[in-house]
């Protein structure tokens, strides 16, 4: 008998097991590790004495698949997996991806589109009288009546499309126990309706008490006004101390939202990441290479939870929360071992972090009692006055981390903060250049323009160059040659063309050349969405122009790499309409030359510089990794 979690009748009987209590529908493949949430989900209930199996990406055509593992006793789970499934399969301009990480050989097609809710269809076929719940980031963010950008509509709430009994939101362990712990006790699903972090539904309003009555899905659905009032009441609500039940009109039934779960003490999030994971592809994906998503987390540490950046586009806010939770060291130090005695391990440890590296405390002292402020950002775009930046529990980690036998190196890749660290007085950044960047560090100014940046909830320009100088003037002093990788994003709510062509100067004058760009995608659960949808900002009713058409997010996306011989014709037309043609020529500060210059041509005396050179001069490369940013781009 192997170590994973039952996925067959015979997995079942090699354990003695006629029937199981729950069964977990999920859209990955099954990777038993601690970034992946049907692991985490089902190991937890099993430390807590169930009995549980998984059936990863069954086929749906039929029901054949939902039926392999029997009738549970307690009920099925069921999520899409680590993604929504629409945005797993379609980029932004909604062509569909050809590659996901979360199926075996990276392969697509594996999963439906709307993957919750075709399961619990499947399974409603199947058996009419087991609770279904849903849960994983889909489900989370599909709560209540959403903007969903692949159909271009508002949809009701995926609790009542899916037909399931009860939505669990969030990251889900707190809430998921009390839910077992009360069917276990024969409490019938439709009476569970006091678990916090649980969305459930009756027939109406008249069902539901001390609540706050949201715009019905039906007012959503007609008027944009209506979504972004209804998106504000719930965006403020979300906090699991201070945040009120909520209630909504989804046609022939109301669903209720529970305030979130409260936050996991140290002592829970230690509990999650001990239990005893395998920390690989079950071996039913070995022929087809294993399971790609594992390799950006097989041997990194997930130190923390939450996060109050507040980015308007990051979905965190709505699932994670703004509260930060965290492990212990003895946790943390605990798991770095195990990986350092697992397969593969070469003394690399690749992160430590969660949604920012850098955020290991609670952004205030107090938090944990009264809950976040209510509509008041901690950090961006003005730091709050109440903001205690800290960095001593992180460092102290890290150098413990360092210290550990037959670890080489501990890096920090999952993001840091530099507006936060900006505003620290400690050695964060000389202790982060020198021991845990390995020559590139990214970070995520995502834009220029001061106007796209306050609908961000970003940090603006000044506050970024002043960061990449003081990051050039440590690297200097510490005789390291580190670079910056900056990510950008098109087509946010806010941008203009005229703040596109902003971007595109500022990379052209610190010498960038991004390789990839993002271009905005309207995910649900969202303030940027809302923004997108509406037309308006939910929190001001001020009103925010969005870019919509497929010519115009071409023109703001092609901007960012306005050198690449494929996007000269686009950017030449966005300059034009900017009534920026002083950006066309052959001077240094133009962008692209007129149409039919080929060769190397001299304008008023001056040589015009061999862009593709200088690129190739300005790139190395360092065995697998991509081009990385040679150090004058930041020097500038």
Partial sequence: MNGFLPISKKDMEERGWQQLDFIFVSGDAYVDHPSFGPAILCRLLEKHGYKVGIIPQPDWHSTRDFDRLGK????????????????????????????????????????????????????????????????GIEASLRRLAHYDYWSNSVRRSILVDSQADLLIFGMGERALLEVAADLQQGVAIENIQDVQGTCYRVPNMDYVWDHLPLPSFAEVAHSKQKFAESFKLEYLEQDPIRGRKLAQQNDEWCVVQNPPAKPLTEAQMDEIYDLPYMRTWHPIYDKDGGVPAIQEVQFSLVSQRGCFGGCNFCAIISHEGRIIQRRSHESLLREAKILTQQKGFKGYIHDVGGPTANFRRTSCDGQLERGTCRGKPCLSPIPCRNLVVDHSDYLKLLRELRQLPRVKKVFVRSGVRFDYLMLAKDDFLEELCKYHISGQLKIAPEHVSDRVTRMMGKSNRKVYQAFAERFRKMNERLGLKQYLVPYFMSSHPGSELSDAIELAEFIRDMGYHPQQVQDFIPTPGTLSTAMWYTGIDPLTGEKVYTAKSYEEKLMQRSLMQYWLPKNQEIVRKALRLAHREDLIGFDRKCLVRPEGSEHRKKDGGVQVPNRKKKRNVNRKKTGKDKPVIREKRVRR
């Fill in 72 to 135: 549970p006793r307690l009920g099925f789970l069921v999520s899409a997996g680590n993604m929504d499934s629409l945005l797993n399969k379609f980029t932004a301009s909604r062509k569909v991806r050809h590659q996901d990480a979360y199926s075996p050989g990276g392969k697509a097609g594996f999963r439906p589109e709307r993957a919750t809710i075709v399961y619990c269809n499947r399974l409603r076929e199947l058996y009419h009288d087991v609770p279904i719940i849903i849960g």
